[in-house]
């Protein structure tokens, strides 16, 4: 079994160029979710899906900001026109949806994004 | 909003030298308060999951707490390798759904444990 993986594990790119990272969550999971931290902070929730249908979007999450989950398995973070504070760690995580509600988050290693 | 304070923010302990992490939260209507641990560079490892007050779970050297307004993280006799940044999230239901979604993070405990 595999845990939750995400690609490229490094991105550096220049300021106003687009960047797009990929998430595949663990097999079973049906919700994935979207994060971002940065150094010295906890991470910050950008978004989360689940199946296909993208369910909350943090205020944080700027019309710069897109993501997709199309089949309900892997998804997509793309970010356009990148500004230098977009640089952070970009991490994934995924979970099963439980009825009691509450459930485990596991992460993935994370995208880390430096903006030039 | 969902606040989650971490205290202290970096701690050094000998080797042996046994501790305490808090975290102190505020949240609407809780459904579960998470502890995880983040090595530099990765993403942060699932630990632990508290659901309501009183609750206590072990694992190693490692035992968290929960009560109505904050958790704790005890570290008995660490060792080297223990050293890492300890997250503390909440989960609270959802503003648009009314399910358990976002965790909110504190900001974390840097542990450092020496020879």
């Known amino acids: 079994d595999t845990g939750v993986s995400q690609d490229p594990r490094h991105k550096i790119t220049k300021r106003g160029q687009n960047v797009t990272f990929r998430c595949d969550p663990i097999?079973?999971?049906?919700?994935l979710y979207w994060y971002r931290q940065t150094l010295g902070q906890g991470p910050e929730f950008l978004t989360y899906?689940?199946?296909?249908?993208?369910?909350?979007k943090s205020r944080l999450l700027s019309d710069r900001f897109s993501a997709e989950r199309p089949k309900g398995s892997f998804s997509t973070l793309e970010i356009q026109r990148t500004e230098q504070g977009d640089s952070a760690m970009y991490l994934c995580?995924?979970?099963?949806?439980?009825?009691?509600?509450?459930?485990?988050?596991?992460f993935g290693p994370g995208t880390r994004l430096t903006v030039l | 909003e969902d606040q989650v304070t971490q205290s202290p923010e970096a701690l050094r302990l000998q080797e042996g030298e046994s501790s305490s992490l808090n975290c102190s939260y505020t949240?609407?209507?809780?459904?579960?308060l998470f502890w995880y641990r983040q090595d530099p560079g990765k993403g942060p490892e699932f630990l632990f999951t508290?659901?309501?007050a009183g609750e206590e779970k072990e694992k190693e050297r490692l035992k968290a707490t929960l009560t109505k307004k904050e958790s704790f993280l005890h570290i008995t006799a660490p060792k080297p390798e223990d050293s890492a940044t300890y997250l503390c999230?909440?989960?609270?239901?959802?503003?648009?759904?009314?399910?358990?979604?976002?965790?909110?993070f504190g900001t974390g405990t840097r542990l450092q444990v020496t020879l």
């Open positions: 949240v609407s209507g809780l459904r579960g």
């Open positions: 508290l659901y309501s």
């Open positions: 899906f689940q199946n296909e249908a993208q369910l909350e």
């Open positions: 995580a995924s979970s099963y949806k439980t009825s009691g509600g509450s459930n485990e988050q596991f």
């Open positions: 999230a909440v989960q609270a239901p959802g503003v648009d759904t009314g399910t358990a979604s976002k965790l909110t």
């Open positions: 097999s079973e999971h049906n919700r």
